[in-house]
């Protein structure tokens, strides 16, 4: 037993040994010579962009092919590195200053984290470009552990060079997409009519991209200074208080997101309206609200509009534009997005006909209704020159009923795409009132159509005119008299009677003679 003791001892003794020699070796053989040197590539760089990048590491030694590398901290990062938010949460550092990575912690938290570092304690950097191509390149540069940011605020890349690393930067650019809502139908889309008056809704979807250092780095959304900003046409008036803003929300089929979905705490951003910038209103998102985001997430905001008595009737419509800026100085912004919301105009000529030429009625009076029976007619506000308009909440002298003038013209604006009833309420003196109401149906592209109903049918035809309304007003003829015509025969009548009286008294007087 003795002797087998002795010879264990020997077994350890010679392991710690075999493994000691290991340790060297492989030391000696992962040295790299000095003055060795990497290059860093950004490929599909966005153009006007500034690229730079920050050395966080020394790489003292490596073996590529046994994935083993020894790093410290260079001396500018050092702090950064054995900081108490970095330190034990994403690195260890050991005794002697050795970096190591901690199993699972998140590469793109840590690197929003230096990204910060950086910008707030001036470091220096070991190259800045801006990008005149899709192409950046920084070359020369000693081997250790690389920050790569962007004044996108969207690239926040950690490397190591050994040598030649190329980093493809995919989707580096948010996006936001405008939609607004089609009330006759519920979907969303670039395009709406609607009424003056009327409430009009609104959505804004941005999408927080996806970046990609390079194959076997993790990914980040590096969501940096997201301020929506939305500007509306003068025929619009934005709802105060209607901003929702959502965080990946279920979307209904028409575009919409879901009445039971919860939105976000307001906290996590600031609404401005009207914004110093000369925007209708901006949504600021909280730098925290931002770090939260991931690759591919849904920003939705939704709000609403009130088409107001400035409105463009037809033409170019009224716009809406939305659009996000973004990036370490907020000056990077994306596309703008625009829907347009249109409202549309009938114009009506009342006349008679007189030989074979028009001739203009006034008296008529008139009301517009979306119901065949008259029920509830639409209110209007006079704009003079026969010009009406629908009416706003904060309207105060309104009418329901048209009267024409001695030109029997006159135009009703603001209208929405829709099938109205143009009906006559009463007719100018001497002319018969329409027994029905003209049937008026307004496309989406603005277009009149009226239909006069038809009695043989009991029903409005299938086809109708387009363009002006023209309502034809049929008068009446006199009735012969029959007061004048009766005494002139009572008068003759009486006369053959009074002369044939005397005829006969006359002759019975000769007769009586001759006796």
């Known amino acids: 037993m003795k002797g087998m003791d002795i010879t264990m001892k020997h077994v350890k003794k010679l392991a710690c040994l075999l493994l000691a020699l290991v340790m060297v070796l492989s030391l000696s053989v992962t040295a790299f010579a000095a003055g060795e040197t990497g290059t860093i590539t950004i490929d599909n760089a966005v153009k006007d962009q500034t690229y730079t990048i920050y050395k966080i590491l020394e790489l003292e030694s490596y073996d590529a092919a046994s994935n083993a590398y020894a790093y410290k901290a260079t001396t500018a990062w050092s702090s950064f590195i054995n900081g108490n938010s970095v330190k034990g949460v994403y ?3 050991d005794d002697q200053g050795y970096v190591t990575w901690v199993e699972n912690a998140s590469a793109a938290d840590f690197a ?3 990204q910060a570092y950086a910008k707030d304690n001036g470091i220096s950097n070991q190259g800045s470009t801006k990008a005149d191509g899709t192409t950046v390149t920084f070359g020369s540069l000693e081997l250790g552990y ?54 009009v809704n609104f959505q804004s979807t941005i999408t927080v991209p996806i970046n990609v250092s390079n194959e ?11 301020v929506f900003h939305d500007k509306m046409s003068d025929g619009l008036t934005y709802t105060s208080g209607s901003v929702k803003v959502y965080l990946n929300p279920t979307i209904d089929t028409n575009g919409k997101v879901e009445d039971s979905y919860t939105p976000v705490a307001t906290d996590n951003y600031i609404v401005t309206a009207p914004a110093a910038d000369g925007d209708t209103f901006d949504v600021v998102f909280t730098e925290a609200f931002c770090n939260s985001l991931k690759g591919n997430d849904k920003i939705v905001i939704s709000y609403s509009a009130t088409v107001n008595k400035n409105a463009v009737v037809g033409g170019n419509g009224n716009t809406n534009e939305s659009k996000l800026s973004y990036g370490e ?19 009506v000529f009342k006349y008679a006909k007189d030989s074979n030429t028009e001739k203009p009625l006034a008296g008529a009076k008139f009301t517009l209704s979306k119901n065949t029976d008259d029920t509830s007619p639409i209110t209007l506000v006079s704009e003079g020159n026969n010009v009406y308009r629908v009416a706003t909440a904060d309207d105060t002298s309104t009418v329901t009923e048209i009267t024409t003038d001695t030109i029997g013209k006159f135009t009703i604006k603001g209208l929405d795409s829709d099938t109205y009833y143009l009906k006559e309420t009463a007719a100018p003196a001497g002319y018969n009132k329409l027994a029905h109401p003209i049937k008026v149906v307004i496309s989406d592209t603005g ?16 086809e109708g005119a387009t363009g002006e309304i023209q309502v ?21 009548i009486g006369s053959i009677l009074m002369i044939g009286a005397a ?12 006796k």
């Open 112 to 114: 929003k984290l230096a």
């Open 503 to 514: 005829v006969l008294l006359v002759t019975k007087r000769r007769m009586n003679s001759d």
């Open 91 to 93: 690195v260890n550092v």
């Open 146 to 199: 690389y920050l790569v940011d962007t004044t996108l605020g969207t690239l926040c890349s950690l490397d190591t060079t050994n040598h030649t690393v190329t980093i493809k930067e995919k989707n580096v650019e948010p996006t936001n997409q405008k939609k607004v809502e089609e009330d006759s139908t519920g979907d969303y889309g670039e395009e709406n009519d609607a009424d003056i008056g009327q409430t």
């Open 216 to 226: 076997n780095n993790a990914t980040t959304a590096g969501a940096q200074n997201y």
């Open 447 to 462: 277009t009149v159509t009226y239909y006069e109903y038809d009695k043989d049918i009991n029903d409005y035809p299938t």
């Open 472 to 492: 034809l007003n049929q008068s009446g003829t006199e009735l012969p008299s029959t007061g004048g015509m009766g005494t002139t025969i009572f008068y003759v």
């Open 329 to 347: 100085e907020g000056k990077s912004e994306t596309k703008p997005s625009t829907t347009t919301t249109y409202t549309w105009k009938m114009q």
